[in-house]
């Protein structure tokens, strides 16, 4: 197997002498006592069960034994590095600023990156990116506020918002890391497997609400995050010295980690699930209930839906599998995938189903070549069927039919909303996900005054709970003074855009992102008022700097992928609840072009579209040939289109000199007009109508 190192071997599943299902598996080379151990694996993993399936460990090399299986370089620091300890142990010790290749990889299971300001030329200024592990978004009062003060005085002074559920602190020194991580461990807090190849951040709903789907999704997200975090106590040995934290772990989730009778573990390992090579790559893993898909539940690697009963009561789960963003520019081998329906289980039994699937891609997975390692690629090469077949032998049982679901929604938990136990919580947009300025400070005072608990949305944005009635109309007060408004009072393009942070700190960035998308919705806006799209109309569109996808472009109605500097690969035809993927429309489309391409389709799109059509159905409808077509005989609008916006305007002068201010600021004189409006709406509510 993969983390035990033995001789290259193909399992097969066979419900008859002749083996019908050939599994390849990518092996490296350790001792022979753990090829030997690898034998008894395999024997005891496939000896038990009472099914007609017969699944049977056969020799057969394709190659000589004397080769070795090719492994990326990644493989080898991981099979050297003493469970992620060395070099990493080493390298943050001595006194240069950076560290070398191996401890660069090694620390990504810490949950921190290498970065430099690319901004700057000459010689490199390294720092460290941290990121925390939240599972459903969960931020205690004590972490809050302790990450509010790690900005400030060993980061750049903003908190980033990612899109799983997790913080972002940008900017601390090399000298300033264990310091840093040592505070988040002491504080309620973890960055362990954040990042590197091992489960990431469990996404779950934000919103808090007391109803049961809700909690028991929560709990099952906190139960699959405990069961596939680490044993091996590296994280603790590196940052603080060792010292034993102990935390209290359901019984059910201790019985799941430690049960072998599907051949699951490796014995006396310090680390029963991952071994010493951990998984090929990064695994995502989002839990939610019916209905409800603000996690982007189909761009998971494990996609988990909580099924109730008639009265409300949890009785087990939907599992789909093979989701995932990230692809390469001009290598049509690597996509973005959807996940598919694997089965149903009984609520006792998702802890082993999950279990199940992670090994295997632990086993099967890709370890050859990491644009290919993720388990996307394993479903695409072998098919669902295949797949479930393999999985169910680590799982040791069959997997049900997955149970009918009601129709998919984004949604937001933006504004004001009863919780159920008799408190509220408060949903507000941030833009980009970056908290900073006079927001920063408005919600250190809230949350530090009242109390509160925190809870991070995979859109970037923040929910405020367990609010009480009377605190309402103080605490709106505050956040609006930071920037902090209602929804109603944010353009709706806003209030679902995402960006990933790009330029200047991620090494990957090809053109912006974060930095860029202000000005792009702006300009999108622009379009609308110039079409004719009313201002409560939107489109999803999600920006990033390069192909990897971290803010989902790919299921957006209109998603920006950098492909060159200054430039953008469009993809169009997601839905506005996530549920298509989108397409390439376009390549290598420069930022200050975009208008070319966009103002046509919104065009049509205003003029053409079905009752309550998306833009993403619309385009999928249409057809990308006919809207290439569209794009490019496109001569502006026609004349017989209204020249001005009248519904909002009663005459020309007024238009006229409304235009001429609004050119100051960069704008145009339908977006300078609803500024003022809305800014007056939004004093006038927040003086008199928000108790």
Known sequence: MTTSFGAAI???????????????????????????????RIHRSFSHSNSTSIVRAVSTPAKPAAVEPK???????????????????????????????????????????????????????????????????????????????????????????????????HGVLKKDLKTVMS??????????????????????????????????????????????????????????????????????????????SHGTNFPDSPEPIYGTQFLPR???????????????????????????????EPQGFNIYVGGGMGRTHRMETTFPRLAEPLGYVPKADILYAVKAIVVTQRENGRRDDRRYSRLKYLLSSWGIEKFRSVTEQYYGKKFEPCRELPQWEFKSYLGWHEQGDGSLFCGLHVDNGRVKGEMKKALREVIEKYNLNVRLTPNQNIILSNIRQSWKRSITTVLAQGGLLQPRFVDPLNLTAMACPAFPLCPLAITEAERGIPDILKRVRAMFDKVGLRFYESVVIRVTGCPNGCARPYMAELGLVGDGPNSYQIWLGGTPNQTVLARTFMDKVKVQDLEKVLEPLFFYWKRKRHSKESFGEFSNRLGFEKLGDLVEKWDGIPESSSRYNLKLFADKETYQAMDSLARIQNKNAHQLAIDVIRNYVASQQNGKSMD
């Open 10 to 40: 193909n399992i097969a599943a066979v419900d008859d002498p002749n083996p019908k299902l050939q599994i390849q598996r990518f092996n490296g080379l350790k001792s022979t006592s753990n090829s030997i151990l690898l034998s008894r």
């Open 71 to 169: 492994r990326s370089k990644v493989e080898i620091f991981k099979e050297q590095s003493n469970f992620i300890r060395y070099p990493l142990n080493e390298e943050i010790l001595n006194d240069a600023p950076n560290i070398n290749e191996a401890a660069t990889q090694l620390i990504k299971f810490h949950g921190s990156y290498m970065q430099y300001n690319r901004d700057e030329r000459g010689s490199r200024s390294y720092s460290f990116m941290l990121r925390t592990k939240n599972p459903g978004g969960e931020v205690p009062n004590k972490l809050y506020l302790v990450m509010d003060d790690l900005a400030d005085q060993f980061g750049i002074g903003t908190l980033r918002l990612t899109t799983r559920q997790t913080f972002q602190l």
């Open 183 to 260: 505070t988040i461990i002491h504080n309620m807090g973890s960055t362990l497997g954040a990042c590197g190849d091992l489960n990431r951040n469990v996404l779950a709903p934000a919103a808090p609400f007391a109803k049961k789907d809700y909690v028991f999704a929560k709990q099952t997200a906190d139960n699959i995050a405990a069961l596939l975090t680490p044993q091996s106590g590296f994280y603790y040995d590196v940052w603080v010295d060792g010292e034993k934290f102990m935390t209290v772990e359901p019984p059910e989730v201790v019985k799941a980690r430690n049960d072998n």
């Open 282 to 312: 990064k695994f995502k893993i989002a839990v939610t209930v019916p209905s409800d898909n603000s996690v982007d539940i189909f761009t998971n690697d494990i996609g988990v839906v909580v099924v109730s009963d008639e009265d409300g």
